[in-house]
């Protein structure tokens, strides 16, 4: 298996990289967290400008057929300069589950939108009570003639501050389905939340929201195990982005240590230091290949994408929050400074670490498939003879 980039790749991770130095500094990032919205429309509209919104989907919706290592390559550029807009929330995991599950029409409506800039649908999946279970859903959904009742609660819903459609999980005779639900739709309470990286969520509430028998997604699909392989894509793209924000922490410590002069000489000649940020990207490189494995993985077969995905999420959970406490503390007192985006990354990865499973969940989910033996056959790496 090539593991090289193609210059088209390239391009691709150029191009996404000099954008957002470009429009998306930390002081633009800063204003926009601060903003009433915590979204910038503009930058949305220059995604789908460039091609990130269409960038997934399949030629026939619309899109220009990207894969897995494409959007890695955006996730990386997203997590160096600390993107809030709902990238991973609309176009990978909402999008993604409409085109895998959604009827032609839907697909050609909400798929439309979505690479035109103009719609920004989220997931409203989990509960409270869920944890890492995606099948411990109480949410409901009762047929009413031509018509679908759904009520429950969905908190914290990804991208569900900017969302327009929700995608909502809910029980319809004692299975897991999901629905188009229209985000005023009559019934439907939502309260922003705040999280702890900038980024916003919303609170769903439903009370007996009424949607048309053709609001359901994927009636003969086996939507739990849909959700779950989105879930897997989103986590390949945290992987990713976490990634890109390793290499950001390493490349600002590397920078500040070479500014700052103590005891005569820059941070950077002593040793010990040095020591220490080379142990830094000794790790930043083992989480880079843990998160192409993660990568390489959304596409395989279920137990070699569990194995990918999750394996990726438990190595890099442990190895981000060594990185960034690391940056932190060789920046001193200035890691905590709001004038830099230290304290912004590691809050990120801190985000991200408890985001779509826990470090500690991921690890479960591994150990639960490489204690199978009939789980380990087949390798991503290994070309055929």
Not at 352 to 377: C, Q, V, W
Request: charged content about 25%.
């Amino acid at each position: 298996m090539d593991l090289n980039y193609s210059d088209e790749q390239l391009l691709l991770k150029e191009s996404a990289e000099r954008f957002l130095k470009d429009r998306y500094d930390f002081e633009k990032r800063n204003k926009i967290v601060a903003s009433e919205t915590g979204f910038d429309a503009g930058i949305w509209s220059e995604m789908a400008d460039l091609g990130w919104l269409a960038l997934p989907f399949a030629e026939e919706n619309g899109g220009l057929g990207g894969g897995a290592v494409e959007i890695s390559l955006i996730m990386e550029a997203i997590g160096r300069a600390l993107v809030v807009e709902p990238y991973l929330a609309s176009i990978i995991l909402a999008g993604g589950l409409v085109e895998k599950l959604g009827s032609e029409e839907q697909r050609a409506e909400i798929l439309g939108g979505l690479i035109a800039g103009t719609s920004r649908p989220a997931l409203a999946h989990a509960e409270r009570q869920s944890g890492f279970d995606l099948g411990n859903i109480a949410a409901t959904a009762t047929p009413s003639g031509e018509i679908y009742r759904i009520s429950g609660e969905k908190p914290l819903v990804a991208g569900g501050s900017f969302a327009d459609i929700f995608l909502v999980s809910a029980k319809l005779d004692g299975i897991v389905k999901l629905f188009v639900v229209p985000g005023d739709a009559a019934g439907l309470t939502r309260t922003e939340v705040k999280l702890v990286d900038g980024s916003r969520a919303s609170d769903l509430v439903l009370d007996n929201v009424s949607v048309p028998a053709s609001a359901l997604l994927g009636a003969a699909a086996d939507t739990l195990f849909e959700i779950e392989a989105a879930h897997d894509r989103v986590n390949a793209a945290l992987a990713s982005e976490a990634v890109g924000i390793m290499d950001a922490l390493i490349d600002a410590t590397v920078a500040y240590t070479r500014e700052r002069v103590q005891f005569g000489k820059p941070l950077a000649a002593f040793q010990a230091l040095q020591h220490r940020m080379a142990e830094m990207a000794v790790k930043c490189q083992e989480a880079r290949g843990s998160a192409l494995l993660a990568t390489l993985s959304v596409d395989a077969p279920r137990p070699m994408r569990i194995r990918g995905v999750s394996g990726a999420r438990a190595k890099i959970g442990k190895i981000s929050r060594s990185v960034a406490q690391e940056a932190i503390q060789l920046h001193g007192a200035m890691g905590f400074s709001e004038e830099m985006p230290i304290g912004a990354w590691f809050r990120r990865l801190y985000a991200i670490e408890n985001t779509f499973g826990t470090t500690a969940d991921h690890l479960k989910r591994y150990g639960e498939i490489i204690r199978d033996p009939a789980m380990l056959s087949g390798s991503l790496l290994r070309e055929p003879v």
